[in-house]
């Protein structure tokens, strides 16, 4: 089981940026995809980003043309590059295969202030 630890999150203005980390303890090569989450209180949990183990990349509606997912297969980690960021966008961000199938890790809290 590969166990995900997400940094790299924090307190920004809006209009500013933030860079995410998702290092994996183990291989993320086996899954045909990573991706970034983000979950508000109370609301579901929203797909943000994928990347597939052919760096194809997908973006949910809401961040399309602001955020940048990538990876770095050698160092089992997984990035999300947040520009432009809104208000909007405060929520705990986590990282996981797409489809799910690795635990949970903690994720991490990005807060952006109007």
């Known amino acids: 089981q590969v166990q995900l630890v997400e940094s790299g999150g924090g307190l920004v203005p809006a209009g500013g940026s933030l860079r995410l980390s998702c290092l994996a303890a183990?291989?993320?090569?086996?899954?045909?995809?990573m991706a970034w989450y983000r979950q508000a209180p109370g609301k579901q949990r929203e797909l943000v980003a994928l990347?597939?183990?052919?760096?194809?990349?997908n973006y949910g509606d809401s961040v399309k043309g602001r955020f940048t997912i990538s990876r770095d297969n050698a160092k089992n980690t997984i990035y999300l590059q947040m520009n432009s960021l809104k208000p909007e966008d405060t929520n705990v961000y986590y990282c996981?295969?797409?489809?799910?199938?690795?635990?949970w890790g903690q994720g991490t809290q990005v807060t952006v202030s109007s």
């Open positions: 996981n295969s797409y489809p799910i199938v690795y635990t």
């Open positions: 183990g291989s993320i090569f086996s899954v045909p995809a």
């Open positions: 990347i597939t183990r052919e760096d194809t990349t």
